[in-house]
């Protein structure tokens, strides 16, 4: 998280240099720190090819969700909803390739394919894309896997394939590597200088 802001020198047509400060945008206490840009996920870059005007799309407004017992109660019933009509399979097994995500339309996906499902329904219950991030993150195994980050003004919320219980991020015992920016949902960020990971597993 930037605590302080960056100064940039501007020079005006006339010479004169202008100081032009910039403040990154707040953050919540309890939100994880993003960086900058990073790769795309193959299996994400593939969907937005077959999916382009899902990964195109620039929120209005970038405010995280203002969390209350209500939308918790949203984030649990769909996360309870969709690991139970889902059932687990790995992309070779349904696609004979690795590194597909697609939507589970068939009631069979592996990891991101829970989380696009999670996400379409709750953004049809009106929750901004802005926070509601496909996450790629390293279980502690050290195998890749995707989850969904919900972005709250308490602070950033997972929901999981492998569990019915929505918790903090900082809670899960995962490794968080990136995930899409809030700006521009084709557009991914890193975390905590993540690395490359496939997210192509069963779980």
């Not at 193959?42 to 620039?58: L, N, Q, T």
């Not at 068939?106 to 991030?133: F, P």
Request: proline share 4%; aromatic share 6%.
């Amino acid at each position: 998280m930037v605590s302080m802001a960056r100064k940039l020198l501007i020079h005006a047509a006339a010479g004169m240099a202008i100081s032009v400060y910039w403040v990154a945008p707040a953050v919540a206490e309890g939100a994880m720190a993003t960086g900058g840009p990073t790769s795309q996920p193959v299996g994400h870059y593939d969907f937005c090819k077959a999916h382009p005007g899902e990964c195109s799309i620039r929120p209005a407004s970038l405010a995280p969700a203002t969390m209350s017992s209500a939308l918790l109660r949203k984030l649990t019933s769909v996360t309870a909803k969709v690991n139970a009509a889902v059932k687990p399979m790995s992309d070779l097994d349904i696609y004979g390739k690795d590194e597909v995500w697609a939507y589970p339309d068939n009631g069979v996906g592996d990891c991101e394919d829970y989380v696009l499902e999670k996400r379409r329904e709750l953004g049809r219950m009106g929750v901004s894309l802005a926070n509601l991030l496909i996450t790629v993150v390293r279980k502690p195994d050290g195998e890749g896997h995707a989850v969904l980050t919900v972005r709250t003004d308490k602070g950033d919320y997972v929901l999981d394939n492998l569990n019915d219980k929505v918790k903090v991020w900082d809670q899960t015992g995962y490794r968080f590597l990136k995930r899409q920016a809030i700006d521009n949902t084709g557009r991914w960020v890193s975390i905590r200088g993540g690395q490359q990971v496939l997210v192509g597993a069963v779980q």
